[in-house]
C-alpha cells in the first residue's frame, strides 16, 4: 500500500474515531455520519484502484 493510500485511511479512522467523540458527548449529527461515510467509500474506492 502505497503511502498515500496509507494516509488516507489512517485520516478516515481517525474522523471515525472523531465523529463517535462528537456523537457520544453532543449527540448524533446526520451530517456528520454522512460525510465520514462519503470518505469512507473514497477511500474503499482508492484502495480498489491503487491495489
Do not use: D, I
Amino acid at each position: 500500500m502505497p503511502g498515500s493510500v496509507k494516509a488516507m485511511a489512517g485520516f478516515t479512522v481517525g474522523s471515525l474515531v472523531a465523529v463517535t467523540a462528537y456523537t457520544v458527548t453532543l449527540g448524533s449529527s446526520g451530517w456528520l455520519w454522512f460525510t465520514w461515510v462519503v470518505l469512507g467509500l473514497l477511500t474503499l474506492g482508492v484502495l480498489a484502484t491503487r491495489t
